[in-house]
């Protein structure tokens, strides 16, 4: 049962978002996932949702699969120097809540800005980077911004006769599963079931889109699956036919997603990955680098070595067998793929 106030302060802070939604965690992490709420007066003032795991090491607080932004959440406030107070005395009092534990990591939302108060803490941090359209913007003045490579690989698929229309989930599966099946199976982040979940509860909310594009045959070129909250859509996940990667439908999708996303006066998310291919990809929209930060904490001596023992284990299996290590498949060429993958 969600806490009261809960979805209340997801609504207000600067660091919320759909995935932070209490009906977006159920679906992704059941039962698992706890709000680690601080009330003041009240009212709730905090608040750090965490997926809940337990172990011989201790408790586990992680993110959760297909969300890529899950962190402390703070209501808003105008003046900076009481914000910074705030949120200093805040996170003290979320650590209180969530401690004791093996291992805490989060990757925060791009306006959870100072991560400080963490450091101090004996957290490490990491920057990584998201790519974002942001709104009021005129799609015809955006276009004259995409690379040229994508506004030609708009046109190749507009001249072939492919068309983006509504889809189904079942479109996406189409595409999807051969590709995770490629790929010898998904762990947790590309499971379709919790993609399912996810447009169950995303669908009876107007929360989310599912766009194709297909051929004047009726042939399935590409899809990909969007979700939004009240400032932006997001690209969550996407795919398409390796055999007809070239047509450009793939760039049309996205396309016309970020224009049915700039209709409603949202902003665009790519949720840019780390990976070369689909950070080049992903940059050639137009879109600005926005940093958000990956932080963690280990306390669990126990836990920290059986973490390097397991490291040491693969690069030594890796360095006995130096064939093994293809070409990654979690950015296939034109890095359609899913994000999912390429977030972990």
Not at 313 to 331: C, D, K, M
Request: glycine share 8%; aromatic share 10%; net charge positive.
């Amino acid at each position: 049962m969600t806490p009261d106030g809960y979805d209340e302060l997801v609504a207000r802070s600067p660091q919320g978002s759909v995935f932070a939604t209490s009906w977006w965690l159920d679906a992704v992490a059941g039962e698992r996932w706890r709000a680690h709420m601080v009330s003041e007066n009240g009212a709730v003032v905090a608040a750090w949702p965490t997926v809940v795991s337990r172990s011989v090491f201790g408790v586990t607080h992680a993110g959760a699969p297909l969300t890529p932004f899950l962190g402390p959440l703070f209501p808003p406030e105008p003046n900076r120097l009481r914000r910074r107070s705030r949120e200093l005395k805040a996170i003290d009092l979320l650590l209180a809540e969530l401690e004791p534990y093996a291992h805490l990591e989060a990757r925060c939302h791009p306006d959870f800005d100072y991560w400080t108060p963490l450091h101090w803490r004996g957290f490490s941090q990491t920057t990584h980077y998201t790519w974002r359209l942001s709104a009021p913007r005129d799609t015809g003045a955006l276009w004259s911004e995409l690379r040229e490579n994508v506004r030609r690989e708009v046109r190749k698929a507009q001249k072939r006769g492919i068309v983006v229309e509504p889809g189904a989930p079942a479109d996406l599966r189409a595409l999807w599963e051969p590709a995770l099946r490629r790929r010898g199976g998904g762990d947790v982040t590309t499971n379709p079931e919790v993609l399912a979940r996810i447009d169950m509860a995303a669908g009876h909310r107007d929360a989310r889109s599912i766009l194709v594009a297909r051929d004047g045959d009726g042939r399935l070129h590409a899809s990909g699956y969007f979700v939004r909250d009240s400032r932006f859509a997001y690209y969550l996940v996407g795919a398409s036919d390796p055999d007809l990667r070239g047509s450009g439908a793939f760039s049309l999708v996205l396309w016309q997603a970020i224009g049915e996303a700039l209709e409603r006066g949202l902003g665009f998310d790519f949720e840019g990955s780390m990976l070369p291919a689909v950070e080049r990809f992903v940059s050639a929209f137009a879109g600005e680098p926005v940093p958000y930060s990956l932080v963690r904490r280990t306390p669990s001596r126990g836990l920290k070595l059986a973490v390097a023992a397991k490291r040491t284990a693969r690069r030594l299996a890796a360095s006995a067998h130096p064939g093994s290590r293809g070409r990654s498949t979690s950015a296939p060429a034109g890095a359609e793929a899913s994000h999912a993958a390429a977030r972990r």
